[in-house]
């Protein structure tokens, strides 16, 4: 994204903010351990009031799960945009937000399955979508790219782990759907509901 306008705007000095988001899509009821971990760190992401650190550790996780079930990956999506000003760039991420909530049973709310020390039967899951929208400053090519391969959204997951460790980043939201233990996304719910999935 080294455009004239890009660099017209380092030469003046302004800050660059990118606003991006990654859908992820794994099928199989293998898959269905993931939906503990996604539900833990919302819930600790949740009890934190959105604390960068934490939410970000929580992140952290998220992706090197993804990273560890990349076999069960299915199709993806990736869209975003790179703004000049804090301001704009809080909206578009706010938007992306809204829109991450209002996918089919989708939810950036922890659910809670009980005690720890319960024993916690996971009933499987077929078709399982993350959505991980970020803001961070800076340039980073391994995110402003079309992630429909496996090589490059493994490359863009390590880039967000790295954006962490950096202290790049601005805002975090990790949406997932279906978004409960027991909760159905089906092929028809998918392409409906997903419909920028591109398969891998």
């Given at each position: 994204m080294g455009s004239w306008q890009d660099n017209f705007k380092k030469f003046t000095g302004?800050?660059?903010?990118?606003?991006?988001?990654?859908?992820?899509?794994?099928?199989?009821?293998?898959?269905?351990?993931?939906?503990g971990v996604l539900n833990r760190a919302v819930r600790e992401a949740v009890a934190s009031e959105g604390d960068l650190?934490?939410?970000?550790?929580?992140?952290?996780?998220?992706?090197?799960?993804?990273?560890?079930?990349?076999?069960y990956w299915q199709s993806a999506a990736n869209e975003g945009d790179v703004i000049w000003n804090e301001g704009e760039a809080g909206d578009f991420f706010d938007e992306l937000f809204t829109d991450?909530?209002?996918?089919?049973?989708?939810?950036?709310?922890?659910?809670?399955?009980?005690?720890?020390n319960e024993p916690l039967t996971l009933p499987p899951t077929g078709n399982l979508v993350v959505m991980i929208t970020v803001a961070f400053e800076g340039e980073v090519p391994d995110?402003?790219?079309?992630?429909?391969?496996?090589?490059?959204?493994?490359?863009?997951?390590?880039?967000?782990?790295?954006?962490?460790?950096?202290?790049?980043?601005?805002?975090?939201?990790?949406?997932?759907?279906?978004?409960?233990?027991g909760d159905e996304l089906d092929n028809?719910?998918?392409?409906?509901?997903?419909?920028?999935?591109i398969p891998l």
């Open positions: 302004k800050t660059r903010f990118v606003v991006s988001r990654l859908f992820i899509h794994l099928a199989g009821s293998e898959v269905t351990p993931l939906l650190e934490v939410v970000g550790e929580r992140l952290v996780e998220v992706c090197q799960s993804l990273l560890e079930y990349n076999i991450s909530a209002q996918r089919y049973l989708s939810s950036s709310e922890g659910e809670d399955y009980g005690e720890d995110i402003e790219t079309d992630l429909a391969s496996m090589g490059a959204m493994t490359q863009a997951l390590k880039a967000l782990i790295n954006l962490h460790y950096q202290e790049k980043l601005r805002g975090i939201q990790i949406h997932f759907s279906p978004a409960r233990l028809e719910q998918l392409l409906v509901n997903f419909s920028e999935l």
